[in-house]
């Protein structure tokens, strides 16, 4: 199968800095990203979909000033999390569709902010 | 609305036979995916049903009955290592991947 990656795996940082994971498809050109947050013992919870060269559309009560998404390639997508605090401490996951209907999932990114 | 609907947890015994159903009701079905899902990790491809019928893939099959809206992973000859949770998620009528809770496996020697 097609190869996400992510990247940082794993950060911690600061309450009230930002961070941003990166998300790269890299055999593949993705014309849809899909960012995910999976909270312990639970199932995964879609935060938005985006598309290359669009703005991204964001689901119900995420908030789109504080999870900047940026898909600037078919081959990249930017997640910054503004003003991070701990409850924004989580395991998000990325994954991207090229032109098929499986989604290829990256490995994850764990965020801890203290 | 849309809804995904698995158990919770389920117990096997190493070498046995286990079948996780997995019931949906969504706004359109484009096809319907099983992922593993080990702990602390990303979820991993296991099967893609949008036809009707049993699709076999070594010792894991999926099988989807659109008109009852159910599907079912059986895995054979159970082996530690599939020890995870299982994800079902159908793709709605706007290709959007609607998840399930998961249904957490555990493999008992």
């Known amino acids: 199968g097609a190869v996400v990656s992510q990247h940082p795996s794993r950060v911690i940082c600061k309450s009230g800095t930002s961070v941003k994971i990166e998300c790269r498809s890299l055999?593949?050109?993705?014309?849809?990203m899909f960012w995910y947050r999976q909270f312990p013992k639970q199932s995964l919870m879609l935060m938005a979909t985006?598309?290359?060269?669009?703005?991204?559309?964001?689901e119900q009560g995420v908030e789109k000033d504080k999870f900047l998404i940026n898909h600037a390639s078919l081959t990249l997508s930017t997640l910054t999390v503004t003003s991070a605090h701990p409850e924004d401490s989580s395991f998000y996951i990325c994954?991207?569709?090229?032109?098929?209907?499986?989604?290829?999932f990256g490995p994850g990114t764990r965020l801890t902010v203290l | 609305g849309q809804n995904i609907d698995q158990p919770t947890e389920m117990t096997a015994t190493e070498g046995a036979i286990v079948q996780i159903n997995c019931t949906y009701q969504?706004?359109?079905?484009?096809?319907l995916f099983w992922y593993q899902q080990h702990a602390g990790e990303a979820p991993t491809f296991l099967s893609y049903?949008?036809l009707d019928g049993l699709e076999e893939k070594g010792r894991f099959s999926s099988f989807l009955s659109r008109s009852k809206g159910y599907s079912y992973l059986l895995l054979k000859e159970l082996q530690m290592k599939d020890s995870a949770s299982y994800l079902c998620?159908?793709?709605?009528?706007?290709?959007?991947?609607?998840w399930g809770a998961g249904t957490k496996l555990i493999i008992k020697p």
């Open positions: 994954s991207a569709r090229g032109r098929e209907t499986e989604q290829f």
């Open positions: 055999d593949f050109q993705a014309t849809t």
């Open positions: 985006s598309n290359e060269g669009s703005k991204a559309t964001y």
């Open positions: 969504t706004s359109g079905f484009n096809g």
């Open positions: 049903n949008v």
């Open positions: 998620a159908v793709l709605d009528s706007n290709y959007q991947l609607i």
